[in-house]
């Protein structure tokens, strides 16, 4: 049976619902509000991040909380840094420091000799 043959009903494959249409038309609102706001050479000055920050504001306040959240996770790792995962040095307390203040250390003493004819 071809693909003529079929009956459809419904929305045709790749054609968006009215609540993805009403989105994306505030999307580009918010948009075009922005470039107005600041003007086409104020517009090319923004930095990555500003233009992450402006999507995610757009967004949410289009009420599209998905698109938000997906800005806002881009953008993160240039706003809050991870972490370090390597714990950091340990610290040696003063007194068992070398010449510390305990004075009362004993003397080093040199190692025992070793064989006369090492094994190489």
Known sequence: MSAEHLNR???RPGQTNLATRRRQALEE?????LVEKLGSEDVTKL???????SIMHAAFAAGDMQGARVA???????THP???S???PMEIPPELMPGGPVA???VPTPDEPGP?????
Do not use: F, H, M, W
């Open 9 to 11: 009903s419904g929305r």
């Open 29 to 33: 609102a918010a948009a075009r509000a």
């Open 47 to 53: 930095s990555a991040i500003d233009v992450l920050t």
């Open 72 to 78: 806002a996770e881009a953008l993160a790792p240039y």
């Open 82 to 84: 991870k972490p370090q």
């Open 86 to 88: 390597v714990p950091p």
């Open 104 to 106: 009362d250390d004993p």
């Open 116 to 120: 006369e004819n090492p094994v190489l």
